[in-house]
């Protein structure tokens, strides 16, 4: 079953409010987030991209998602 103009349209503002999220982050988090949520990188592989250690690009990371997780909270719960 496809999605109805209105599910395709809070998809839509969803993806354009995630990506003004990330917008807003400073540049390491953002990087760190990306890396880990979209390219599915280890902490490992996170910290040689950043040119850090495994430990910071997890502090990055879970700032970046701590962030987020407060400037979209209303998505999380289910609103737009």
Known sequence: RSATPEQ????QQAAERVHEALAK???KRRQ?????LDGGLSYK???EALDTSAASARVLVSMALKAL???LNDLLEGGI
């Not at 395709?8 to 998809?11: E, G, S, T």
């Not at 760190?32 to 880990?36: G, H, K, Q, S």
Request: proline share 6%; hydrophobic share 55%.
């Open 45 to 47: 592989e996170i910290a």
């Open 32 to 36: 760190a987030a990306v890396l880990r």
């Open 25 to 27: 982050l400073p540049e």
């Open 8 to 11: 395709h349209l809070r998809a």
């Open 69 to 71: 997780r407060l400037e």
